[in-house]
């Protein structure tokens, strides 16, 4: 399987990139992995160094790579966090070719754009640029709840909410959506949800809540879900097997007290996952 990744990356630390092709790679995926911006580190210190990667200069690597006849080969686009405002219509257009060369290859968006706490971190121009133009083109899109709502002008908050959430956004294009970071007050404080839906039905699973919330976690889950999907086309156990992966990422970082996700460190739990949770089917 092949990966077209078109996303962040950075110098320091995982996120975008930087955090999805090394977990690709350790379940056998190949990754061509193509820049948004080249930065020192994620924005969540505060401050950051480097170049936020222009429209045509993303073009013309994917050109580049177009030219060395890999579109062909290409399983799955996946993006994330663009940067500038012109990188959808980009990937849009990437995505069509891939797709021109390889009809089975399908595209999976991850449409960052920010998190219920924080609201919007990215430029005000991006939730728009997503909602109206890059998710319509997407197969699998895999927002947290927050950017469900915006995605679909709601407020999803319950079971029954965020369901209904979900099938606004599969009837604006993608089959099949993962709704990552699912809260909803009968859980409680003690448990965080995942709710993977497709053409077969819906499935959620609920992993312990760590005290603890790393960047780039989104983007490893992300990315892990494309793969297990694409190789398995059943969406409970692709929810099950990265619901493994990333919980036991995230707890291995959080008790080794860095900050930055432990992604070497916790790479067998990619490889082998010990699928400690059962997806359970809510329709």
């Known amino acids: 399987m092949i990966f077209l990744s078109v996303q962040s990356a950075v110098a320091f630390g995982h996120v975008g990139n930087s955090a999805a092709v090394f977990p690709l790679q350790r379940i056998g995926v190949e990754v061509v992995p193509v820049h948004t911006v080249n930065f020192s580190n994620h924005t969540g210190y505060g401050a950051w160094r480097g170049p936020v990667m222009a429209a045509e200069d993303v073009r013309d690597v994917l050109t580049g790579v177009e030219e060395r006849g890999v579109f062909p080969q290409v399983d ?3 993006s994330g966090y663009q940067g500038g405002t012109g990188i959808g219509d980009v990937i849009v257009d990437a995505v069509r070719r891939v797709k021109a060369a390889n009809p089975s290859a399908v595209y999976a968006c991850d449409p960052v754009m920010g ?3 924080s609201g919007c971190f990215v430029a005000p121009e991006i939730p728009h640029l997503l909602r109206d133009r890059v998710v319509p083109v997407a197969d699998i899109i895999t927002p947290n ?6 995605l679909t002008g ?3 908050t319950t079971l029954e909410s965020t369901l209904a959430s979900v099938d606004l956004a599969r009837a604006m294009g993608p089959s099949t959506v993962l709704v990552t970071s699912v809260e909803r007050p ?3 404080e003690d448990g965080i949800e995942m709710l993977a839906t497709d053409d077969a039905g819906s499935w959620i699973v609920r992993t312990p809540r760590l005290p603890f919330k790393a960047n780039g976690s989104g983007d490893v889950t992300a990315a892990l879900f494309a793969a ?3 190789s398995t086309g059943e969406a409970a156990t692709a929810l099950e097997r990265t619901a493994s992966s990333v919980f036991d990422l995230i707890e291995l970082t959080y ?3 860095e900050r930055e996700l432990q992604i070497v460190r916790a790479q067998d739990s990619f490889a082998n996952p010990k699928m400690q949770f059962t997806a ?3 329709r």
């Open 145 to 150: 709840q927050f950017e469900l709502g915006f």
């Open 154 to 156: 709601t407020e999803p």
């Open 255 to 257: 008790r080794s007290g």
């Open 186 to 188: 009968e859980v409680g």
């Open 228 to 230: 297990h999907y694409r």
């Open 115 to 117: 998190n219920a706490k």
């Open 76 to 78: 799955v686009v996946l």
């Open 280 to 282: 359970e089917r809510v």
